[in-house]
C-alpha cells in the first residue's frame, strides 16, 4: 500500500545510482557517436557505393533491424570469448554492440537526410571541380544533418531506453542500480519508482526539445 | 578461433528431462508468439482509441490521450515491465494484492502482455493520430456538414481513411512487438530470449542457440509483414497510391 512507502531511502542510494546513470549516459554517447558516423559510412556505400559494396550495407542495416536488440546483446556477449579466448566486461561488450546495432538505424535515417537534399547539389559539387568526399563533406552531409537532427535526436531517445536492456548481461546501467540498491535497502519498489521517474524525465524533457527544434527548423525553411 | 560445432544438439535429448532441445525452442516460440500477439491486439485497440482522443474537440479528452501517449512512450520498456511485476501488486489493497502474488494463474504471461500492450498502445496512438491529422480537413467539415454527430463522423468518414493510411507504420510497429516481446524474459516467461538463455547455459552450444533464437525472430517479424501487407491489399481503396 501507498502509506508503507518509505522515500528516504532514495538520497541514501543517490550515489550509487548517479554511477548507473552516468554509465547509461556514456553509452549512449558512446552509441550515438560511434552510431551516427558508422551509419553515415553504411548509407554512402548503400546509395553511391559500387554493387558489392551496396548489397553488403543493405544486408548489414536489414540483418540487425529485424533482429531483437536482446538477441544482439547476447550475440556479443557469448561470441567475443569464443573469438578472442578471454571473456570481455559486459560494460566494454555493450559498448560496441550498442555502436554497431545503432550504426543500421542511424544509416537509414542519414540515407533520407542525403535523399532529402537535391541531386541538383552533387552535381554543383562537380562541377566547381569538387571531388566524391569534398561534395559529401562540404555541400551534401551538412544539409542532410540539419533536416536530420530532429529524427536523429529521436532515435538517440529511443537508444537511451534501450540502454536499459544491458540488464540482460549484467551491466552496471541505472536500472541495474536501482535493483541493487533496492535489494540492498529492502526498498525495491521505491527504487523501481525513482529510477522510471528518472528515466521519464530525461526522455521527456529530450523530446521536448526535439519538438522545440522540429519547429525552429520549419519556420527556417 | 576454437570452436566445437554441434547442429545434432537440438535432437539431442536435454539432461534431466525428457524433453529435446528443439522442444525447448518450440515452447519458446509458442510463448513469444503468445506475448506478442496478446499484446498487438491490446495495444491496437487501446492505441486507436488513444490516438482518436488526441484529435477530439474536447480539450480534456485530448489530453488525455496526450497523457497516455507521453507516459508509455518516455518510460523503457523493461523498467515498465519491472514496474507491472514488482511494484504495482505492492501498491494493490491488501487482499488483491497477496492474490496477484501467490495465485494468479500464468501471472509473468499475464504481466508480460499488458506490460507490451500499454508500450505499444502509445506508438500505435502516435501513428493513429498522424492518419488522422494527415486527412484534409474537409473531410471532418464534409462529415459535419452532412448532419453526423462528431463520432459519426470518426465512425464513418476518418477513421476508414485513417486507419488504411496508416497500415506501413502499423506494419512496422507489429514487427516490433514481436522483436519488444524478448524482454519478457526478464520475468521468466518461457519465451525465445529465455529458452535460448537457457540452451547456451545447459550445451554450451552459443552459436547454435542464438542462432536458432535469432532465425525465428526474424521468421515472426517475417510473418507479420506478409499479414499486414495482405491487409493493406485487401484494403486498398481504389484510386490510392499502394505501396509495392
Known amino acids: ?221 | 578461433m576454437n570452436y566445437h560445432w554441434n547442429w545434432g544438439i537440438f535432437f539431442q535429448q536435454v539432461s534431466s528431462s525428457d524433453e529435446t532441445y528443439i522442444d525447448w525452442m518450440i515452447t519458446g516460440l509458442g510463448w513469444t508468439v503468445a506475448v506478442a500477439m496478446s499484446a498487438w491486439v491490446m495495444a491496437f485497440i487501446i492505441g486507436s482509441i488513444m490516438g482518436t482522443l488526441r484529435t477530439v474537440r474536447s480539450k480534456p479528452l485530448a489530453m488525455i490521450g496526450t497523457i497516455w501517449v507521453e507516459f508509455f512512450r518516455n518510460v523503457p520498456i523493461l523498467v515498465q515491465l519491472f514496474l507491472w511485476f514488482f511494484v504495482v501488486p505492492e501498491l494493490l489493497p491488501h487482499n488483491l494484492s497477496l492474490w496477484v502474488k501467490q495465485d494468479m494463474p500464468a501471472k509473468e504471461f499475464i504481466t508480460a502482455t499488458l506490460a507490451l500492450g500499454l508500450f505499444t498502445s502509445a506508438r500505435v496512438a502516435e501513428q493513429v493520430r498522424a492518419g488522422i491529422q494527415s486527412l484534409s480537413r474537409g473531410q471532418r467539415y464534409a462529415g459535419l456538414a452532412l448532419g453526423f454527430t462528431e463520432a459519426q463522423t470518426y465512425r464513418y468518414v476518418i477513421l476508414p481513411m485513417a486507419f488504411r493510411f496508416i497500415i506501413p507504420p502499423l506494419t512496422s510497429e507489429f514487427m516490433n512487438a514481436f522483436k519488444n516481446s524478448a524482454v519478457a524474459f526478464a520475468i521468466g516467461v518461457m519465451d525465445l530470449t529465455f529458452m535460448s538463455r537457457q540452451m547456451v547455459e545447459e550445451s554450451g552450444q552459443v552459436i547454435e542457440s542464438l542462432l536458432a533464437a535469432t532465425l525465428l525472430y526474424v521468421v515472426c517479424a517475417f510473418a507479420a509483414n506478409r499479414v499486414m501487407s495482405v491487409i493493406e491489399k485487401r484494403s486498398h481503396v481504389p484510386g490510392f497510391i499502394l505501396a509495392k
Not at chain 1, 67 to 84: A, K, N, S, Y
Not at chain 1, 115 to 126: E, H, M, R, T
Not at chain 1, 134 to 146: D, K, N, S, V, Y
Open chain 1, 1 to 221: 500500500m501507498l502509506s508503507t512507502l518509505d522515500f528516504s531511502v532514495i538520497p541514501l542510494s543517490l550515489p550509487f545510482i548517479w554511477t548507473g546513470l552516468l554509465y547509461s549516459l556514456k553509452l549512449t554517447l558512446t552509441a550515438m557517436t560511434g552510431g551516427i558516423i558508422l551509419g553515415t559510412l553504411l548509407a554512402l556505400a548503400r546509395l553511391s557505393g559500387g554493387v558489392a559494396l551496396a548489397t553488403a550495407s543493405t544486408l548489414y542495416i536489414n540483418t540487425l533491424r529485424s533482429i531483437p536488440l536482446l538477441m544482439v546483446i547476447l550475440w556479443f556477449f557469448f561470441l567475443i570469448p569464443i573469438f578472442t579466448g578471454a571473456p570481455m566486461g559486459a560494460e566494454k561488450s555493450a559498448m560496441i554492440t550498442f555502436t554497431l546495432f545503432e550504426a543500421a538505424f542511424y544509416a537509414e535515417i542519414m540515407r533520407a537526410g542525403i535523399q532529402s537534399v537535391s541531386k541538383g547539389q552533387i552535381n554543383a559539387g562537380y562541377a566547381i571541380g569538387m571531388s566524391y568526399w569534398q561534395t559529401m563533406g562540404h555541400i551534401i552531409l551538412p544539409q542532410a544533418f540539419r533536416n536530420m537532427l530532429p529524427v536523429l535526436l529521436t532515435q538517440t531517445i529511443i537508444l537511451f531506453q534501450d540502454t536499459s536492456l544491458v540488464y540482460a548481461i549484467g551491466a552496471k546501467d541505472l536500472l541495474k542500480a536501482a535493483e541493487i540498491t533496492g535489494k540492498n535497502y529492502n526498498r525495491p519498489v521505491e527504487m523501481y519508482l525513482f529510477s522510471s521517474l528518472l528515466y521519464f524525465a530525461i526522455c521527456f524533457s529530450l523530446s521536448m526539445f526535439v519538438k522545440h527544434l522540429n519547429k525552429r527548423i520549419a519556420i527556417i525553411r
